[in-house]
């Protein structure tokens, strides 16, 4: 994986250098690498996009946009957040935790995290929230725990292995006491490893996890909802491979790899009886987690996937998919467009003064102007979604698509490929199809909006890509 000094030197670098989408990971823009549905309320949506978080309190038919700034983060770092039982959003920073809560038009800080690079958070079954962070003077990571819906946070248990960066953090869903911690060990040569603890922190068991290291990372992707010891761990190489282990993560078995690209997404089903993977240019495939047989389902450059009953929600990029985020009905064999970059509204609702309008109101513009955002959308025309990938102006990708370049391009016959264009834009919001959007974004496209928006590579950012392995790597975790 690339590394670069800054984030936003890091984009613009490899933009300049023509460097392939899977080099600039969550960077590809627009795209996006995470959806949070709230427990509380069904309708309402989150969609963490290259360009800031999207959100939605209709269940998609409207959407309005947080930009990065109004959270408190810069262009090119890509914060894993989650949701607790009332519906706050809660985000790790590299200098913090931003909590929003209500209309999301201020962002609050944890005060006992604040200058702390928080790298995970996650929410567990019991209520609880937790989050690994590393303190501001790089030493031993943490793993920190709310019980009173993030008002406050507690050191949990004993501090992490010197030396350890951690990449991701999960509880088991049948006992919030058994906790695991992926990340590196070691210096200069790093091993991926594994933490386990079954006493809420208190000791923590590490191994070896096999064929990993700082380049090929290894991330917890999911818990067995009934079987706290069987978890199952994706690899970042290429290809994507997909471990399983029955003994609290002591010995690994690989059970499914993807093809020829990285796996950027997986997500067990509630029962824990299959999963969901897959990546940018693999699509998705459905995993029989008893028999390990897999089956193909939409083939879209997948970069997250989650369930919500009897909903499968995904990642995907414009251009190739014609959505950045889609919804599944049929188990995730089509998607429709959940969200499109040209269907956003503005900011979201806030009074003048309040933070997020301070912040986000005046570069709204121009941020509206390089993704195509009319927020005119018209869901009733187009051909249907879920296409097979595309290689953005070269060779199709696996299953025959269509390749990218031109305003139209659709899937093949097999992936149900775009037809009859929708509205003037070639939007398409609602529970309908949608065809390739028309907009394009090209380096200059990128650039512009480096400048217009003044990003920054701030101190806390640099100190953030000069930590550890950690730095530059996908934070998708879906």
Request: contains cysteine; charged residues 15%.
């Amino acid at each position: 994986m690339s590394r670069w000094g800054a984030p936003g030197a890091g984009l613009a670098l490899a933009l300049a250098l023509g460097a392939p989408r899977e080099a600039s990971a969550n960077g590809a823009f627009p795209s996006s690498g995470q959806v949070l549905v709230d427990p509380s309320d069904p309708q309402r949506i989150w969609v963490r996009t290259s360009y800031g978080f999207a959100k939605t309190i209709d269940g998609g038919e409207t959407f309005h946009l947080v930009c990065e700034d109004g959270v408190g983060y810069s262009f090119g770092f890509h914060p894993h957040a989650a949701l607790s039982a009332t519906g706050a959003i809660f985000m790790g920073l590299s200098d913090g935790l931003a909590i929003g809560r209500g209309d999301t038009c201020a962002f609050e800080r944890a005060p006992e995290l604040e200058g702390s690079y928080v790298v995970d958070v996650s929410m567990g079954p019991d209520g609880r929230a937790i989050v690994v962070a590393v303190p501001p003077n790089g030493g031993q990571a943490q793993v920190f725990a709310s019980t009173d819906d993030l008002a406050t946070w507690q050191a949990l248990g004993a501090p992490l292995p010197e030396g350890m960066s951690p990449f991701t953090l999960d509880a088991a869903p049948s006992d919030p006491d058994v906790l695991y911690v992926s990340g590196t060990l070691g210096n200069p040569q790093a091993l991926g490893v594994l933490l386990s603890s079954s006493d809420a922190g208190s000791t923590w068991q590490t191994v070896v996890v096999p064929n990993s290291d700082a380049e090929v990372a290894p991330f917890i992707g999911g818990v067995d909802p009934a079987l706290p010891g069987r978890l199952y761990v994706r690899l970042t190489g290429i290809p994507g491979r997909l471990l399983l282990s029955e003994d609290f993560g002591q010995t690994f078995t690989p059970i499914a790899q993807t093809e020829i690209g990285r796996m950027a997404a997986f997500r067990l089903a509630p029962d824990g009886a299959s999963a969901i993977f897959g990546g940018n240019f693999d699509g998705l495939h459905r995993l029989d987690t008893a028999t390990f047989a897999t089956e193909p389902l939409a083939p879209i450059t997948a970069r997250c996937v989650t369930f919500d009953g009897e909903r499968v929600f995904a990642c995907g990029e414009e251009a190739p998919d014609g959505f950045t985020a889609g919804v599944s009905t049929d188990g995730g064999a089509t998607f429709a467009p959940l969200l499109r970059a040209a269907c956003i509204e503005g900011i979201v609702p806030c009074d003048a003064g309040a933070p997020v309008f301070d912040q986000c109101e005046p570069s709204w513009p121009t941020i509206a102007q390089l993704i195509g955002a009319t927020g005119e959308c018209d869901a009733a025309g187009a051909g249907g979604a879920g296409g097979a990938p595309q290689q953005a102006g070269g060779a199709p990708a696996s299953g025959g698509a269509a390749t990218a370049g031109g305003a139209g391009a659709g899937g093949d016959a097999t992936g149900g490929g775009g037809g009859a264009t929708g509205g003037s834009d070639g939007c398409s919001c609602g529970a309908g199809p949608s065809s390739t959007p028309t907009t394009t974004f090209g380096l200059g496209s990128f650039l512009a909006l480096a400048v217009s928006l003044g990003i920054r590579a701030s101190a806390r950012d640099a100190r953030l890509f000069s930590r550890g392995p950690w730095r530059s790597k996908t934070r998708t975790r879906c």
